[in-house]
């Protein structure tokens, strides 16, 4: 199973022919792309400040209010709001997840660790299903729902800062950079959103629905946000205009989250191909073919110059990218894999739809441990110092010890977490199907009896 190197960007010809074993009533239509912008509210940055001459006396007053100036802005230092106008509390999440699993190479890993047991902090009450996994930047909370809203929230509190109505359901995780909120829609729109007041700043329509995630690069000349679509392309967009810098054609949906790593884009789609694509150009730099069963539909985590995912031919793999070969697979006999995984310093975590959370070494796919649920895992885990946490189809939210597998804690929701956890300060954020929205944080310690 070797690359096939293509050159230049990858075009559809013809009409699309779904892979062998993928769903045939599954469709795309003609390419279209539009951007529909609407002016800021308010100026994307800050008025200037403007200068006042001064005139001779002044200069005994300023003396005078110098000092007690410098000791109130000493005195606020503490105090002052974040960049958002939110003024968080001790021990309120801050620390950022902007993006599905955590980072730009969807590696799944938390700083910090969390201390046992967590309870319910609060939970949020949306109008449809949360599929979508959220996201947390400068103490606000962002997440999709079924009811077609994206909904921005106190992470502390849980109260609803805004809401955003799509003309459809929201599966794809947000991504929050540089003020801004980027996610799909199955409304085959693309948003850009004001992340502190939820205003519309530009969209662009695709030709079909986008469930996976928007990740983003920085280069010399600005930033680039990059999604796929169901329409079977990888779009590079400009975060402040809209404007589409490339489009990458694949022969099947798209439907994880991009993974980006030095300067290059690697994705898997439903057309049962690792791409590996240069985010200057938008041309293919390498493709491995996986088999014709082989759907990609999760997304790959990215370390050391491999790739890690799993697909629908039963087998979780690594890949190095630079040796242009498979260096170990991991195989379940009857059970795909969906679930995006987590890398540790010497081991990775995914899930299976056979219902249990796998462990393997990550030099050689040596399987370490499982732990089984009662229903597939989707939900895709974070490592969390030694711990991992991950929701299962069964309702239930679980931490294990990432040494041995061992349970540490669960919480039954009671209806299937399909979501993927964001893990910040301590804190554990996930959606699921009853329509809530969850926050949980460590128990505090109750006083005893006689205030022993």
């Known amino acids: 199973m070797g690359f096939i190197i293509r050159g230049g960007v990858v ?42 001459p001064s005139t001779p006396g002044d200069q005994n007053s300023r003396m005078v209010w110098m000092p007690l100036l410098l000791l109130a802005l000493v005195s606020l230092v ?8 939110h003024a968080p509390e001790e ?19 938390a700083a910090g660790s ?14 449809g299903a949360i599929t979508s996994s959220p996201t947390v930047s400068e103490g606000r909370l962002y997440f999709g729902s079924d009811d077609g809203k994206l909904y921005c929230l106190d992470a502390g509190s849980g109260a609803e800062v805004w809401a955003f109505q799509t003309q459809d359901i929201i599966e794809a995780p947000p991504l929050v950079l540089d003020g801004r909120v980027f996610v799909g829609s199955s409304d085959f729109f693309f948003y850009a959103l004001n992340a502190e007041t939820g205003e519309l700043v530009w969209k662009v329509e695709t030709d079909d629905k986008i469930l996976g995630g928007a990740n983003f690069t920085r280069m010399q000349d600005g930033a680039r946000v990059l999604v796929g ?14 404007e589409t810098l490339w489009k990458y054609g694949t022969e099947n949906y798209v439907n994880g989250t991009p993974a980006i790593l030095d300067g290059r884009v690697i994705f898997g789609g439903c057309d049962a191909v690792l791409h590996v694509v240069s985010a200057t150009t938008g041309r293919a730099v390498k493709t491995l073919e996986l088999g014709s069963e082989c759907h990609v539909a999760g997304s790959a985590a990215l370390a050391d110059g491999r790739a890690y995912f799993g697909h629908y031919g039963n087998q979780f793999v690594c890949v190095d990218l630079e040796k242009e070969k498979v260096v170990w697979s991991y195989d379940s006999p009857r059970h795909p894999f969906f679930s995006s995984p987590a890398i540790g310093t010497d081991r990775i975590v995914f899930g299976g739809r056979d219902k249990r959370l796998h462990c393997a070494r990550l030099a050689d796919g040596k399987p370490l441990w499982s732990f089984p649920t009662r229903r597939k895992i989707d939900s895709s885990p974070v490592i969390c110092g030694d711990s991992v946490v991950f929701g299962s189809g ?35 954020f996930v959606g699921a199907n009853d329509k809530k929205l969850y926050a949980f944080a460590k128990k505090p310690r109750r006083p005893e009896k006689n205030g022993q």
């Not at 013809?14 to 792309?33: D, K, V």
């Not at 503490?78 to 106008?85: E, F, S, W, Y």
């Open 91 to 109: 021990g309120e999440p801050q620390g950022p997840w902007p993006i599905f699993r955590g980072d730009s190479a969807l590696t799944g890993r």
């Open 11 to 52: 075009t559809r010809s013809g009409s699309l022919r779904p892979s062998p074993g993928f769903p045939a009533f599954l469709r795309t239509r003609p390419s279209r792309s539009r951007i529909l912008r609407k002016a800021w509210a308010q100026p994307p940055f800050p008025p200037r400040l403007r200068t006042v």
């Open 229 to 242: 679509s169901y329409d079977t392309y990888l779009y590079c967009f400009d975060p402040a205009t809209g």
């Open 394 to 428: 069964d309702g239930r939210l679980y931490v294990v010890g990432l040494e041995d597998g061992k349970e540490r804690w669960q919480y039954d929701i009671g209806k299937a977490i399909l979501s993927s956890p964001a893990v910040v300060d301590g804190w554990v």
């Open 78 to 85: 503490g105090t002052a709001p974040a960049a958002d106008g």
């Open 114 to 127: 969390l201390a046992l047991p967590l309870e319910v902090a609060w939970s949020f009450q949306a109008q």
